[in-house]
């Protein structure tokens, strides 16, 4: 059985003492590929450091996550159209709009979003998007590039049935992060998650964070990694009535699609 974390933040600082121990666990428990996600400038840069030094295994993105939408230059805009041109990155993202923490303002949010599904028109390259609490402006804004963009997931979905049927009506993919195995703030995501369909259906750890609460015994440490991805993949699967064989298979296939991957793995 083999899995892609479609969302592993391994530029995250927490990772910089042993990640190559951190790729090994993900391999014993057959997370056979990463995509590694860009959110500023410095993490975009790394993920490509990490999927260059690990061909085949590892690929990158590169975006600005909303909470540093106020980050937006130059620098980051030109590594992102090098990146692409280059073939160094598999999507541009992670990009969206969080009203959630708000942390940066909403118009800059908004515009940073924009800018990135512009560059990504541009490249013909899909789309790694990120939406909390934010479903009634990032639909609008995503609508007017879809035309023009192979690709889009929204990327540890949350949010409610409506959201999520909007989006299947899009033809978007989605991603379920151990959010689901949460019994308190996932039940809802657990109710509704049979209704992605086979092919549109991707799973990610969103490491160092989301550390799935099914996982026994107990981790002793806060950070999540890939390792922790089959942890999804079982509420997943079970949630969906589904064999986690089966939900393995789909994700996977789904993944290499989805991010234009032809190397074994
Ligand atoms: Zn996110």
């Keep these: 059985m083999l899995l892609t974390d479609i969302g592993a933040n391994l530029a995250h600082e927490s990772f910089a003492e042993d990640l190559d121990a951190v790729l090994e666990r993900a391999d ?24 260059r030094a690990h ?9 600005l996550h909303p909470h540093h939408a106020e980050d937006w230059d130059e620098p980051l805009a030109g590594l992102m ?3 692409a041109s280059g073939g160094d990155i598999v999507a541009i993202g992670e990009a969206g709009l969080d009203f959630f923490r708000d942390i940066s303002p909403r118009a800059a949010q908004e515009r940073v979003f924009a ?9 013909g390259l899909p ?6 609490e934010a479903h009634a402006r990032f639909l609008p804004i995503l609508r007017d590039y879809l035309p023009d963009l192979p690709r889009a997931v929204v990327h540890c979905f949350t949010d409610d049935g409506d959201a999520l049927d909007a989006y299947l009506a899009e033809d978007l993919h989605i991603g379920i992060t151990g959010w689901i195995c949460d019994e308190r703030r996932g039940a809802e995501l657990h109710d509704i998650v049979d209704r992605i369909p086979d092919d549109r259906l991707m799973i990610e750890t969103d490491c160092p964070y989301l550390m ?5 015994p107990k981790p002793r440490t806060r950070r999540n990694e890939p390792a922790n991805l089959p942890w999804v993949l079982q509420t997943v699967a079970e949630a969906r009535g589904q064999s986690p064989e089966a939900v393995a298979a789909h994700t996977h ?13």
Excluded: M
């Excluded at 789309?127 to 909390?132: M, T």
């Design 28 to 51: 014993a428990a057959g997370v056979s590929r990463l995509i590694v996600t860009g959110s500023d400038l410095a993490s975009s840069r790394a993920a490509i450091d990490i999927a």
């Design 55 to 63: 061909p085949g295994r590892c690929h990158a993105t590169a975006g």
């Design 81 to 83: 159209r090098r990146a």
């Design 115 to 123: 800018a990135q599904l512009e560059i990504a028109c541009e490249h």
């Design 127 to 132: 789309v790694f998007l990120h939406q909390r």
């Design 212 to 216: 799935p609460r099914t996982i026994r």
């Design 253 to 265: 296939a789904n993944a290499a699609r989805f991010f234009g991957l032809t190397d074994a793995g």
